[in-house]
Structure formats: C-alpha cells, structure tokens
C-alpha cells in the first residue's frame, strides 16, 4: 500500500467513515471512539511528515554511488 492510499484510508477513519463506501460509522464503532480518533490522527500526521520528506529527497537517494564518486 503507497502512503497516499493508507493517509486515505486513515483519514476516513479518522472522519468517522467507511473507508471504501464512505458511509458514517455506527456510533459504537471503535473508530469513534476519541481516544482511537487521536490515534489516527497522530498516525496521519506522521504519515503525511513521511510522505513530505519522500517528495523532498532526491531522485538518487538510495542508490549506488559510482565509482568516481566513491573516491
């Protein structure tokens, strides 16, 4: 799953909603209840800061260094 997809699905959690169909969530529904809404909220935050440094990295982070830029 790529982080836009799971910030998608967090959020509408988080928003008290089904994730797929969008409807309101039963008031007993565990995502309702404010302490697993802060949670999520919490979560969406670090995955939106996750996603703000992917954008921001450079295109070559990770790769191999060449051998003239080894030396």
Same mark, same amino acid.
């Not at 799953?1 to 969008?22: F, W, Y």
């Not at 809404?37 to 939106?48: C, D, K, Q, T």
């Given at each position: &799953? ?11 959690? $988080? ?22 809404? &802060? $949670?999520?909220?919490?979560?969406? $935050? ?14 070559? $982070? ?10």
């Amino acid at each position: &799953m790529e982080i836009q997809e799971a910030i998608k699905v967090i959020r509408s959690l $988080a928003d008290g909603l089904h994730p797929e169909t969008r409807e309101v969530l039963k008031e007993d529904a565990v995502c309702r209840n404010p302490q697993v809404v &802060m $949670a999520l909220n919490r979560a969406l $935050a670090a995955l939106v800061t996750q996603e703000q440094r992917e954008l921001k990295k450079p295109a070559s $982070a990770g790769q191999y260094w060449s051998r003239a830029e080894d030396k």
